[in-house]
């Protein structure tokens, strides 16, 4: 086994390259190299962390804005929704004055029509009257020839109307 | 030596290539092997494979997600095991892992059939053991610097009524002493039986089928498709052993930052 038969001419020669190779590796690669690779990767997760955190954030104030709109959404609904009964209100009340002011005209109007027809009726009422008591005196002078005073005509007309 | 015989143990061979007399430090020589030559490829493939995935691209590549991918998995090691305090041992629990796993794989890479012979580092317990006495220095100079004299503590678990503390002391403590050897033993083993195994194998299909058609149907055949699927398995096994190193020294690591 020459690991061992050679032990006594070779192990200083040995253990010296392996220290100078291991010793070259060690700072070359293990104190050089490394760090910026290791740094490399740092970099490269904290900035895939920080992009995260960023989305994240950016996700909860999406969120939040939705919310906000939420509700100012609901709040102007509301108000929109008083609005309607407002105005509703409104054009009920200026309905009712409507129709108030409306069925007084009306009422009047049918009152002085009322009041034409009673004063047109009476007047028609009076014209009979005086007519009936024309013809009466007529009648009473073509048949006895008797000529009768209008009063008594009218008398005898107004108490034959009276009667029936 | 002759007729196809193979060696099973001649790959772990360490060849000088060049400084074999002259290079020394202290007296002790440093000459420069195949096996220092495979580990320095190791090293500039390793540094090569992290410099391409350091683009820094918010985007990244596919290389880069190759890398972003490893570092990503020893930081999880290290979170699961140690928690927020281990990140601090990332850069060195890195260069572990990626070390071993390179020099694990690249000593599996099928050069010979260009005519190179791939080297595998880390079947060399004076490499693994090196490594692992790394990683133990590193616990207990992490555990003392931490918690001082505290860090004896350790041996004794919560709850270990008085009268046993004399006896579940020195075996907590034995236990922890031996940690450097398994640690180390474990790779240099899993590595070298896997590579043995193969050439024993590799060594039944030359000899079977250069004995005639019988022994190539009985022998050369089914230890051939035996490779393929060890072959696959050495894979997996650089792969974890790679792991269980890290992993190991990630928990060791806990004990030291966290005690019990």
Not at chain 1, 45 to 67: H, V
């Amino acid at each position: 086994m020459p690991q061992i038969a050679q032990l006594a001419t070779t192990y200083s020669s040995q253990v010296f390259w392996l220290l100078v190779c291991f010793g070259l590796v060690f700072f070359v690669v293990g104190l050089g190299l490394l760090p910026k690779v290791t740094s490399t990767v740092d970099l490269r997760d904290k900035q895939i962390a920080d992009d995260l955190a960023a989305a994240e954030a950016a996700r909860t104030a999406a969120d939040a804005e939705e919310e906000a709109w939420r509700v100012t959404a609901a709040r102007q609904r509301a108000e929109a929704q008083g609005v309607i009964a407002q105005a509703k209100l409104d054009a009920a009340k200026s309905t009712e004055a409507a129709l108030a002011v409306a069925s007084g005209k009306i009422d009047e109007t049918l009152a002085a029509a009322e009041a034409r027809i009673d004063a047109a009726r009476t007047a028609a009422l009076g014209e009979i009257e005086s007519v009936a008591a024309e013809a009466a005196q007529d009648i009473v002078a073509r048949l006895a020839g008797i000529s009768v005073p209008a009063e008594q005509a009218q008398a005898a007309v107004k108490g034959a109307l009276a009667h029936g | 030596m002759a007729e196809g015989k193979v060696d099973p143990v001649h790959q772990f061979t360490i060849e000088p290539l060049f400084g074999t007399d002259h290079w020394s430090i202290a007296g002790y020589n440093v000459m420069f092997t195949n096996s220092a030559l495979w580990m320095a490829i190791t090293a500039v493939v390793l540094i090569v494979f992290v410099a391409g995935g350091a683009k820094r691209a918010v985007v990244p590549g596919r290389w880069q997600m190759a890398v972003e991918g490893f570092t990503g998995f020893v930081d999880n090691l290290l979170m699961s095991n140690i928690g927020e305090a281990g990140r601090k041992y990332l850069p060195y629990i890195f260069s572990l892992f990626m070390f071993i796993l390179f020099a694990n794989l690249l000593g599996l890479l099928p050069l010979a059939l260009v005519g190179l012979h791939p080297f595998t580092a880390t079947s060399h317990f004076t490499v693994t053991g090196v490594l692992a006495v790394m990683s133990f220095a590193i616990v207990l100079i992490v555990g003392f610097a931490k918690h001082k004299l505290h860090f004896f503590s350790l041996f004794v678990p919560h709850g270990t009524p008085v009268p046993m503390i004399p006896i579940i002391f020195p075996i907590e403590l034995i236990s922890f002493m031996v940690r450097p050897f398994s640690l180390g033993l474990r790779l240099f083993v899993a590595m070298m039986a896997g590579h043995v195994l193969l050439e024993v194998l590799s060594g039944f299909v030359i000899s079977g089928t250069n004995a005639g058609a019988l022994t190539f149907g009985i022998a050369a055949l089914p230890s051939f498709l035996l490779m393929i699927g060890i072959c696959a398995l050495e894979l997996l096994v650089a792969g974890i052993q790679a792991y269980v190193f890290a992993l190991l020294t990630c928990v060791y690591l806990n004990d030291a930052e966290n005690l019990h």
